[in-house]
């Protein structure tokens, strides 16, 4: 897609991801994580990880789910994201057990390019598939 030059909040949620990632606040490839490493890229489960930035940032709550909806919007616009069947921004994920049992599923942008984002990048958590 054509590069569009990133807004300032969706620069900002990116920072904040950097810095729990490597901090280890924010938990990745675990049961209820809000992102995980796939073959793909960097899924962030949405809305959760959207809605957890504006809790963040403290944001007036009375806002908090338009506001996290905001962010989501603004990070798809920088265009760092795969995008799924039928122009669709949000992929769909099947978690598995077993390696081969569906319990679950969530939704995620992923975003592409790891290398920009996280250094080193983590290992990929084998339970989950795109749908």
Do not use: C
Not at 32 to 50: K, R, T
Not at 78 to 97: D, E, F, T
């Amino acid at each position: 897609g054509k590069q569009v030059e990133p807004t300032a909040t969706a620069m900002a949620f990116i920072t904040w991801l950097q810095q729990g990632l490597a901090s280890r606040d924010l938990k990745y490839n675990e049961t209820g994580a809000m992102i995980h490493f796939v073959p793909e890229g960097m899924a962030l489960v949405s809305p959760l990880v959207f809605k957890a930035f504006a809790a963040d940032q403290e944001l007036n709550d009375s806002g908090a789910e338009a506001q996290a909806l905001q962010v989501q919007r603004e990070v798809i616009k920088a265009g760092w994201h795969l995008m799924g069947p039928g122009k669709s921004n949000i992929l769909k994920y099947q978690v598995l057990v077993r390696g081969s049992v569906p319990v679950g599923k969530l939704r995620a942008i992923v975003l592409i390019r790891l290398q920009r984002w996280v250094v080193p990048v983590p290992p990929i958590n084998p339970v989950l598939r795109m749908d």
